[in-house]
Nanobody, 123 residues
Framework: QVQLVESGGGLVQAGGSLRLSCAAS????????MGWFRQAPGKERESVAA????????YYADSVKGRFTISRDNAKNSVTLQMNSLKPEDAAVYYC????????????????WGQGTQVTVSS
């Protein structure tokens, strides 16, 4: 089992930045592709960014490309999402997720989920 705990959410003005962190425990995540998803009220959960187990491949949704950066530190068993130039439409609950096996990071199918952290962007 992998336990994932997100932190770093909060309230920020449009144009501002937030850094989300995901701390994993239970198992090393070095064998897992990792991703960040988000869900806004009334909308389906969507993939925001993902990173391969080695960190060599990344994926970003078109809506965040150029503004968000995903990274991982396998030694620290953690994943980070740096979010810049935030927009009101980025407001959502953000979830960290881990996917084992062979999985395309563009279509990550997580085995484990965190409980989420709220991001609010004021206009």
């Amino acid at each position: 089992q992998v336990q994932l705990v997100e932190s770093g959410g909060g309230l920020v003005q449009a144009g501002g930045s937030l850094r989300l962190s995901c701390a994993a425990s239970g198992r090393t995540i070095s064998n897992y592709a990792m991703g960040w998803f988000r869900q806004a009220p009334g909308k389906e959960r969507e993939s925001v960014a993902a990173i391969s187990w080695s960190g060599g491949l990344t994926y970003y949704a078109d809506s965040v490309k150029g503004r968000f950066t995903i990274s991982r530190d396998n030694a620290k068993n953690s994943v980070t999402l740096q979010m810049n130039s935030l927009k009101p439409e980025d407001a959502a609950v953000y979830y960290c997720a881990a996917a084992g096996g062979i999985t395309p990071i563009r279509n990550l199918r997580p085995d484990y989920w965190g409980q989420g952290t709220q991001v609010t962007v004021s206009s």
